[in-house]
């Protein structure tokens, strides 16, 4: 698939940044990509991408505050389902937080 400036995409070597848009390419093949609260620059090989939302969001991902236990991307039905039985087909998508995200984030008890 070809890259394009407003794809949704994530570093597949650093996904704790989360899902983000390509916001420009560089001349040495590199793409920058946006997230919430920063700007990275990637080799175009580490790039997973696509004009929809759902196809890169995983199971144990959050979406909309629930986790998510299963993914659907066949269409015209592509959905997530979530651990607490809530379905979500990607217009319905608020908010995303990849399981990495979370890790990272995660206060630990005793840490």
Not at 8 to 33: A, D, E, M, P
Not at 55 to 76: A, H, S
């Amino acid at each position: 698939m070809k890259l394009e400036v407003g794809m949704y995409c994530y570093n597949k070597t650093n996904r704790k940044l989360g899902i983000g848009k390509i916001i420009s390419f560089q001349s040495n093949n590199n793409v920058n990509i946006k997230y919430k609260n920063d700007i990275e620059l990637v080799n175009i090989g580490n790039i997973i991408a696509s004009h929809n939302i759902t196809d890169l969001i995983e199971v144990g991902d959050y979406v909309n505050g629930c986790r998510v236990i299963k993914v659907n991307l066949e269409p015209p039905l592509k959905y997530v389902k979530c651990i607490n039985d809530n379905c979500f087909k990607e217009n319905e998508i608020e908010t995303i937080l990849t399981k990495e995200q979370f890790k990272n984030n995660c206060y630990k008890i005793g840490d």
